[in-house]
């Protein structure tokens, strides 16, 4: 089992910035995929980032590419999400993933989320 809490959400106005961290307990860290997805209201849950087990490797969705940064602590069980220049259609609930396997599609494991809302 994988336990997540995030933390760093908040209301912020357009242009603004934030970062989202995500600990994780329960399993060795340093061999998890992590990942993080949001929710807007009324929609589905969509794929931001993902980063592999070093940190060396990184992936983005079209819609956070060259805003968004994740990255990764392994000494510190944390995995970050760095959010710059925010829009109001950044606002939503965002959730930290992990997998053992990929955390772009489907991870196994989620955390409860924390609320960005991007005021215009």
């Known amino acids: 089992q994988v336990q997540l809490l995030e933390s760093g959400g908040g209301l912020v106005q357009a242009g603004s910035s934030l970062r989202l961290s995500c600990a994780a307990s329960?399993?060795?860290?340093?061999?998890?995929?992590m990942g993080w997805f949001r929710q807007a209201p009324g929609k589905e849950r969509e794929f931001v980032a993902t980063v592999g087990w070093s940190g060396s490797w990184t992936y983005y969705a079209d819609s956070v590419k060259g805003r968004f940064t994740i990255s990764r602590d392994n000494a510190k069980n944390t995995v970050y999400l760095q959010m710059n220049s925010l829009i109001p259609e950044d606002t939503g609930v965002y959730y930290c993933a992990a997998d053992t396997i990929t955390a772009r599609t489907n991870p196994e494991y989620w955390g409860q989320g924390t609320q960005v809302t991007v005021s215009s």
């Open positions: 329960g399993r060795t860290f340093s061999r998890l995929y």
